[in-house]
Structures are given as structure tokens and as C-alpha cells.
């Protein structure tokens, strides 16, 4: 048994079904509306938790005032876009994984190295007197221009001049 109330043109705009679902409509179109698992606002979905929020593809989450912040999925990739200011990510680690939670693609660690993965093996690490490199160049590639390589204490040195092709040792 569903109650409903409208108006003159017989255009619903409450609809309540007896241990079942309450409707609210706008100019008699569908826009809210209960359901055993929460509610229904058009394509949003909200459990009844309300622990998750529901999008189709291509919807945003949009916050800020002017909306400045968006996150939102099209079906083939997840978007973050931020379109004032800085996007910050505030956390003492920042893990970046692959979509399993296997892979570890980077690692930036709070008061100390920010490291980069290669199929889950560690590549390029900062330490606290430069870098770490693993590994070694297999592309055949060439290095262009100049680079200076240097100890600790900055006091010997390897430099590449490149308009010389030149190594010098100091």
C-alpha cells in the first residue's frame, strides 16, 4: 500500500509505500528517495551507514566554495584536480602502491629518504648526504650536458663538462 501527496494536477510530490520506500518529487520528477540499503538522491547513492557515497562515472565530488577541489572517476581512470592554490597531501609517510596494494611504485618518508621503485625494487634513494642509485643505465642512452658529482663535505668532486666533453677529477 503506497500514500501519496500532490497537488491539484495530480503531480506527486510524497510518495510513502507501507513498509517500504518514502519518494520525493520535484515537478513530478523523481529526486529523493529511501531504500533498504540508505538513500537515493538521482545517481548518488548513500548507504545506510552513511560510511559510503555513491557516484556513476563522471560524477565529481566537488568541495570548496567555488568548487575548486574535484575527485572523480570516468570509468577507465580516477581524477584529482585542484584548480586554486596548492594540492597538499599532509601525512608523516606517503606510500604510493599499486592498485592491489602490492607494488610499491614511491615512498616519501618524513625526516628522511624519498625513495623510487622499479617492479618493487628501490632504484633511486635520497639520503642525508645525497642520493642513492641501484642499478645501472642498460638503455644505451647518452647523458647530455653538464653534471657535477660531488663528496659530503663538497670538497672532491667528479665533473662532466659537456661543451668540452671533458671529465674532470678535483
Same mark, same amino acid.
Given at each position: 500500500?503506497?500514500?501519496?501527496?500532490?497537488?491539484?494536477?495530480?503531480?506527486?510530490?510524497?510518495?510513502?509505500?507501507?513498509?517500504?520506500?518514502?519518494?520525493?518529487?520535484?515537478?513530478?520528477?523523481?529526486?529523493?528517495?529511501?531504500?533498504?540499503?540508505?538513500? +537515493?538522491? =538521482?545517481?548518488?547513492? %548513500?548507504?545506510?551507514?552513511?560510511?559510503? !557515497?555513491?557516484?556513476? &562515472?563522471? *560524477?565529481? @565530488?566537488?568541495?570548496?566554495?567555488?568548487?575548486?577541489?574535484?575527485?572523480?572517476?570516468?570509468?577507465?581512470?580516477?581524477?584529482?584536480?585542484? +584548480?586554486? =592554490?596548492?594540492?597538499? %597531501?599532509?601525512?608523516?609517510?606517503?606510500? !604510493?602502491?599499486?592498485? &592491489?596494494? *602490492?607494488? @610499491?611504485?614511491?615512498?616519501?618518508?618524513?625526516?628522511?629518504?624519498?625513495?623510487?621503485?622499479?617492479?618493487?625494487?628501490?632504484?633511486?634513494?635520497?639520503?642525508?648526504?645525497?642520493?642513492?642509485?641501484?642499478?645501472?643505465?642498460?638503455?644505451?642512452?647518452?647523458?647530455? *650536458?653538464?653534471?657535477?658529482?660531488?663528496?659530503?663535505?663538497?670538497?672532491?668532486?667528479?665533473?662532466?663538462?659537456?661543451?668540452?666533453?671533458?671529465?674532470?677529477?678535483?
Amino acid at each position: 500500500t503506497s500514500r501519496g501527496l500532490g497537488d491539484v494536477y495530480k503531480r506527486q510530490a510524497i510518495k510513502c509505500v507501507a513498509n517500504g520506500a518514502v519518494e520525493l518529487y520535484h515537478n513530478n520528477s523523481k529526486k529523493f528517495e529511501t531504500t533498504s540499503d540508505g538513500i +537515493s538522491v =538521482g545517481s548518488v547513492t %548513500i548507504d545506510s551507514s552513511f560510511n559510503n !557515497i555513491g557516484l556513476p &562515472d563522471n *560524477g565529481q @565530488l566537488r568541495l570548496g566554495a567555488g568548487e575548486d577541489l574535484r575527485i572523480w572517476h570516468n570509468g577507465s581512470h580516477s581524477n584529482i584536480k585542484n +584548480s586554486t =592554490g596548492r594540492l597538499y %597531501i599532509l601525512a608523516d609517510d606517503i606510500w !604510493i602502491k599499486d592498485k &592491489d596494494d *602490492g607494488d @610499491l611504485h614511491a615512498k616519501f618518508v618524513h625526516d628522511d629518504a624519498v625513495e623510487l621503485y622499479h617492479d618493487n625494487s628501490k632504484k633511486i634513494e635520497t639520503t642525508s648526504t645525497g642520493i642513492t642509485i641501484s642499478g645501472s643505465d642498460t638503455t644505451g642512452s647518452i647523458v647530455q *650536458g653538464d653534471f657535477r658529482f660531488k663528496n659530503a663535505s663538497g670538497s672532491q668532486h667528479i665533473v662532466y663538462d659537456a661543451s668540452a666533453s671533458r671529465m674532470n677529477f678535483a
